[in-house]
C-alpha cells in the first residue's frame, strides 16, 4: 500500500524491430498523452497476446524517483513470419482428407495475417482465402477478408481422391466472400459486423434412369 501508483511514462521494447516496437508502443499508449495507467497496461497487453504473432510478453515495471511514475520494459518473443500446415485423414471409407495451408503475418505499421489453405477429398474440396489487418488506435479495430470455395461430391468414386463432376449425379457448390470489422466491447467481450454474399448450387439428377450417352 505505501508504493505509488502505477503511472507509466516510457516504453522500451526489446526482442523487436523498430516497426514492430512502434506499434506495440501505440497499442498501451496514445499519441496526445503522456502516461498511462494499469488498466491501460492490462487492456495493451491482453490485445497483444490475443494475437498470433506474438507468442510471449514480459513486463517489467522501474521505478523512476524523479517524477513517481514508471517505465516500462517489455522483453517481446513473435512468432515466426510463415506458418505451414499439414494433415489429413487416410481410411478404407470416403473420408479421404487432405488438408494443407500457410500463413504470411506480420508487424509493422499495422498487424498483417494472410491465409491460405484448403483441403481435398472424396467427397469435400475446399479453398479458402483470408486477409486480416488489425489498426493500433484509441479503440482498435481488425478487419477480415475471406473468399472461399467448396464442393461436395455425395457418389462414391474408385480413386481415393477425386472430383467427379461429369455427368454431376449428386453434388453441390459453396461459394462466398465476407468482409468482418471487429472491435472490443466492454472489458472482457468483442463486436463483430459483416457483410458477405454467398452464392449455393445443387446439381443432381431427378431419375434413376440415366442416360449417359446425352
Same mark, same amino acid.
Given at each position: =500500500? ?33 502516461? &498511462? ?8 497487453? &491482453? ?10 510478453? #514480459? ?55 494472410? +491465409? ?21 488506435? +484509441? ?6 477478408? #475471406?473468399?472461399?470455395?467448396?464442393? &461436395? ?7 481415393? &481422391? =477425386? ?43 431427378? =431419375?434413376?434412369?440415366?442416360?449417359? +450417352?446425352?
Amino acid at each position: =500500500s505505501e508504493l505509488p501508483e502505477l503511472h507509466f511514462r516510457n516504453i522500451f521494447v526489446e526482442g523487436v524491430n523498430e516497426h514492430q516496437a512502434n506499434y506495440i508502443k501505440n497499442t498501451f499508449q496514445e499519441s496526445d498523452k503522456d502516461s &498511462f495507467t494499469f488498466e491501460d497496461l492490462k487492456k495493451g497487453y &491482453f490485445r497483444l497476446l490475443s494475437d498470433n504473432m506474438i507468442s510471449e510478453i #514480459i513486463p517489467h515495471a522501474v521505478f523512476n524517483k524523479d517524477d513517481n511514475t514508471y517505465d516500462l520494459h517489455l522483453d517481446v518473443k513473435m512468432q515466426d513470419n510463415v506458418l505451414v500446415k499439414v494433415g489429413g485423414n487416410v481410411s478404407s471409407t470416403t473420408s479421404n482428407q487432405i488438408y494443407f495451408g500457410v500463413t504470411y503475418q506480420n508487424m509493422a505499421y499495422q498487424a498483417k495475417e494472410i +491465409t491460405f489453405d484448403g483441403q481435398l477429398g472424396k467427397v469435400y474440396n475446399n479453398l479458402q482465402l483470408m486477409c486480416k489487418f488489425e489498426v493500433p488506435s +484509441t479503440i482498435p479495430i481488425s478487419y477480415r477478408l #475471406i473468399g472461399s470455395m467448396s464442393t &461436395f461430391d455425395y457418389i462414391k468414386s474408385e480413386k481415393i &481422391f =477425386s472430383h467427379n463432376s461429369d455427368p454431376a449425379l449428386n453434388q453441390k457448390d459453396e461459394y462466398f466472400a465476407k468482409l468482418l470489422a471487429t472491435l472490443p466491447f466492454m472489458n472482457n467481450n468483442r463486436a463483430e459486423f459483416g457483410v458477405g454474399y454467398g452464392l449455393l448450387r445443387d446439381r443432381y439428377f431427378q =431419375s434413376n434412369i440415366i442416360n449417359f +450417352t446425352n
